[in-house]
């Protein structure tokens, strides 16, 4: 079994992506397209992450879950069962439309999937902002009135960021990320989105992006109001806890070491500074997100300092 799962980034075309990744994570991108989104870890019929390197290499996430489920999610595992997180990193060259998703008790009528998710800002432009929330007080009638009138953003929560902050986002809670943040998102295995709002802004297309008022209005939790983020300090904390996933964040000094024991559970490893090397020889860089299979005792040295996030207690 390997001691842990490398697997290739999916790259995805997005109106308001750019070609971040590059620069802040070294990484070779497609043809000059705008790359918004690299899919990290993905368990889904329509899109699968593939096995970097070691004894499954070139077989995808859901084949080896089929066949090892057991060794890397735990023994009650089924093998039929999709793997229950999705990892990405965003490149925000642009806001993203205001939008939110299903909670669970709306989904189902919808035809979606609820989908709770948490934001890490691993590099920021000066004067980035997120929008999770709506401000104190606003209702579902001031709410649809400012939609008419194409002046939403009066409605909705808005916050300046650094690198280090992250923001837990439920299912229900009315979004947005501006431009110039990179960021990245551990959430809930969904891939439904309802846009609400697009600042009057085309697709790749030229034409208007499709919206989903009646969607969006329905799946809006509107007694949500101005959330706080979580502030980048750099100590050991839990830095999101849902019933879907919990995040911590764990800085290392200089050949420090990170260990986790066999037979616990299956974890995410997320490298967000420096490089850790393991003692088979493999090594973790920023941007390397990995699976920590549940039967496989690891251990991690950091090099010269590192952050990681470490996402459990997902199944």
């Given at each position: 079994m390997n001691t842990f799962l490398r697997l290739k980034p999916l790259y995805q075309d997005r109106v308001w992506g750019g070609r971040g990744l590059e620069t802040a994570l070294g990484r070779v991108l497609p043809e000059a397209r705008p790359i918004g989104e690299s899919w990290e870890?993905?368990?889904?019929?329509?899109?699968q992450s593939v096995v970097q390197?070691?004894?499954?290499?070139?077989?995808?996430?859901?084949q080896v879950i089929a066949t090892h489920a057991a060794e890397v999610m735990g023994p009650r595992w089924p093998a039929n069962k999709t793997f229950p997180i999705l990892?990405?990193?965003?490149?925000?060259?642009?806001?993203?439309?205001?939008?939110?998703h299903p909670p669970a008790a709306v989904a189902p009528s919808l035809k979606g999937e609820p989908k709770t998710e948490n934001w890490y800002i691993a590099a920021?432009?000066?004067?980035?902002?997120?929008?999770?929330?709506?401000?104190?007080?606003?209702?579902?009638?001031?709410f649809e009135k400012a939609l008419a009138d194409l002046?939403?953003?009066?409605?909705?929560?808005?916050?300046?960021?650094n690198v280090g902050d992250s923001i837990l986002v439920h299912s229900g809670q009315i979004h947005a990320i501006d431009g110039g943040n990179l960021i990245l998102e551990i959430q809930q295995n969904s891939d439904t989105t309802y846009r609400v709002y697009d600042w009057g802004r085309v697709g790749?297309?030229?034409?208007?992006?499709?919206?989903?008022?009646?969607?969006?209005l329905r799946s809006i939790k509107w007694d949500d109001f101005e959330p706080a983020p979580?502030?980048?300090?750099?100590?050991?904390?839990?830095?999101?806890?849902a019933k879907e996933f919990r995040i911590r964040r764990v800085p290392l000094a200089a050949r420090e070491t990170l260990s986790f024991a066999a037979g616990e559970q299956?974890?995410?490893?997320?490298?967000?500074?420096?490089?850790?090397?393991?003692p088979s020889g493999g090594v973790l860089v920023r941007g390397d997100n990995v699976i920590l299979p549940y039967s496989v005792k690891n251990s991690f040295v950091a090099e010269i300092g590192a952050l990681v996030l470490i996402t459990e207690n997902f199944g």
């Open positions: 870890i993905v368990d889904r019929p329509e899109a390197d070691g004894e499954f290499a070139g077989q995808t996430l859901r990892v990405k990193w965003l490149d925000c060259k642009e806001r993203l439309s205001l939008q939110v920021t432009a000066p004067g980035s902002h997120l929008i999770v929330g709506l401000k104190r007080g606003v209702t579902r009638a001031q002046t939403l953003e009066k409605c909705v929560h808005r916050f300046p960021v790749l297309d030229g034409k208007p992006r499709q919206m989903h008022v009646e969607e969006s979580v502030r980048g300090v750099r100590v050991p904390a839990v830095i999101a806890d299956a974890r995410i490893l997320s490298v967000v500074e420096g490089r850790l090397v393991a």
